[in-house]
């Protein structure tokens, strides 16, 4: 299957399922325990098997992983741990001939402390051009020694950071990842530059790094941290400010030279409302929603997300996106087998990190369950599906990886108090056994438990009722399906969510406690095994199709 380039290729990416791959965690072709690039490519048959439309890598770059690859030491370059420009060549390629297009992971926000910039900035004059990319102050007191700021940084410690001459530099994130000053006008250039670098690559779109930071306003006298609590989007100093969307209408006009234009996807945690600004069509054109992310399992909340998120993207005339999982969160697996929170307070399964893991307040079956009744109602929504690496053979997160092994700044920052995103981080297990459950010949760079092998590639291909052939299943049958955006709910029961797309194609996930009864209808795909004819167990769900 070829990408073809006519023109309806434009809208691919409003319906696609975009499969995010964690390099570094995906598969290791070298045995030196760290995923790579060439482990990727060998794995293409798996992803095209999969079916799905574009694959998601996150960072690859040169990086010392202070932040897991989100500190970028250069932005047009393969982390040689991780393989060369021509690894990168050849696994747009084998992607693209299974008609599999590559979304990468932009940093734009902040680079690493390693990066040129930041390097010639700590070489050069206090007020120097240097110093103008990123956001260097002095401190306050007498002698400067007081932080410009009192600003608590979300990774632990203080924003601000002081360097070697007594100025200090802010940073949102860990030290080694200094914020870019986006008044730059040479910031702004280079990375039009790097977006047209991966473009001229083949990649086909970016997924937008902490989209709502770029803008910064930093007058002279900064508010307290507290004072900034209280300031609401447009005025808060550092997030969600109006002007970052000129730098996305600048980038739309490289990404409309291309044919199809390149894609984006914003990663903007902003209010569902402020959500459309970066999804508009002058600008990034899609972006994340996290709403479900961080709901409970719950009929009305998931009910209300969904209406909101439809209208809200079509306000846009952008397409909504859906997520369970990622990168930076407990898998979906492990917080759907956990006692719910309340809706002001989701289970975030974070307590349950804290406390480390215990088996005994996580219902692994439960979990897993409700993930894939999950999955198959989030793929028959109209928008695009984002699915996170494992997620497809039922993973769960890793509650209980030894102190020693954590990598996350998170966790290193906070001293434990924070307990890290590591354990969605762990290497994938292709096999049931051998060494690094068949991820690489080393051991790999996070250990994976015991348990690991037993939601494997391996043990799960090919058996029916497996995770990983509901996906495929989910996936073709999906792609069989989708024409048009129509949807449309059914009245259904308080904890029965039942809605009808184009061609008579009904979704319905029962959330109560009881079996709940069935529309008649052909059914294509259940997410258990459907024991009793026209009823549906609960936490499952069905599609059913009626014919048009
Ligand atoms: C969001 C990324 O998803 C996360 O992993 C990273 O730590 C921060 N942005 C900072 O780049
Ligand atoms: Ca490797």
């Not at 798996?46 to 202070?66: H, K, M, N, T």
């Not at 990649?203 to 790094?209: H, K, L, Q």
């Not at 400010?241 to 914003?266: C, G, I, K, N, S």
């Not at 397409?319 to 492990?334: F, G, I, K, P």
């Amino acid at each position: 299957m070829e990408i073809g380039s006519e023109s309806a290729d434009r809208d691919w990416w409003r319906h696609a399922v975009v499969y995010q791959v964690y390099p570094r965690s995906f598969a290791d072709s070298n045995g030196d325990g760290i995923g790579d690039l060439p482990g990727v490519t060998s794995r293409v048959p798996y992803l095209a098997r999969l079916g799905i439309d574009a694959v998601w890598l996150s960072p690859f770059y040169p990086s010392a992983l202070a932040d897991g690859g989100y500190d970028v030491d250069d932005y047009r370059d393969v982390d040689p741990r991780l393989g060369t420009l021509a690894d990168f060549d050849d696994l747009v390629g084998a992607l693209k001939a299974e008609g599999i297009r590559v979304v990468i992971d932009i940093v734009p926000n902040h680079t690493s402390n390693r990066h040129a910039w930041f390097r010639e900035a700590l070489a050069s004059p206090q007020g120097s051009p240097a110093r103008d990319r990123y956001h260097f102050r002095d401190g306050r007191g007498p002698d400067g020694s007081t932080p410009p700021a009192d600003w608590e940084c979300g990774f632990g410690g203080l924003m601000w950071t002081q360097v070697p001459d007594g100025q200090w530099y802010l940073h949102i994130h860990a030290a080694e990842q200094p914020d870019l000053n986006w008044d730059n006008a040479e910031v702004r250039d280079d990375f039009l530059t790097t977006l047209r670098f991966w473009a001229d690559r083949g990649v086909a779109g970016f997924r937008v790094d902490v989209a709502h930071m770029l803008a910064k306003d930093l007058p002279d006298d900064l508010p307290s941290d507290a004072q900034m609590a209280q300031m609401g989007p447009g005025a808060h100093p550092l997030f969600d400010r109006d002007d970052v969307h000129d730098v996305y209408a600048q980038w739309r006009t490289v990404f409309e030279a291309y044919d199809p234009p390149l894609t984006a996807v914003a990663e903007a945690w902003v209010l569902p409302e402020r959500r459309g600004r970066y999804a508009s069509q002058g600008g990034l054109g899609q972006a994340f929603n996290f709403d479900l992310l961080r709901a409970n399992w719950d009929a009305a909340e998931f009910r209300q997300i969904i209406d909101r998120n439809l209208r809200l993207a079509a306000t846009a005339g952008s397409s909504s996106t859906w997520v369970l999982s990622n990168h930076d969160v407990v898998r979906h697996a492990t917080r759907y087998g956990l006692a719910q929170g309340t809706p002001e307070h989701p289970q975030d399964g974070r307590d349950w990190l804290l406390a480390g893991g215990p088996e005994v307040v996580l219902d692994r079956e439960l979990g897993i369950r409700r993930a894939r009744a999950g999955v198959l109602l989030l793929l028959a929504l109209p928008g695009s599906t984002y699915l996170y690496q494992g997620e497809e053979l039922g993973l769960h997160e890793v509650g209980d990886i030894p102190k020693e092994f954590r990598q996350d700044p998170t966790y290193v920052r906070t001293a434990g108090a924070d307990p890290g995103r590591d354990g969605c981080r762990v290497p994938l297990p292709w096999t049931r056994s051998g060494t690094s459950f068949g991820f690489g010949t080393g051991s790999a760079h996070l250990p994976q438990p015991p348990w690991f092998g037993e939601s494997s590639v391996e043990v799960e291909d090919g058996v029916e009722g497996s995770t990983l052939e509901l996906y495929r299943r989910a996936l073709a049958v999906r792609r069989e399906l989708t024409a048009d955006t129509s949807f449309e709910w059914h009245a259904s029961g308080g904890s029965v969510l039942h809605f009808e797309r184009p061609g008579g194609w009904h979704c319905v996930t029962n959330l109560a406690t009881e079996p709940a009864p069935l529309p008649p209808g052909e059914v294509m795909i259940a997410s258990v095994d459907l024991a009793e004819a026209g009823v549906l167990p609960p936490d499952a769900t069905v599609w059913i199709l009626t014919g048009p």
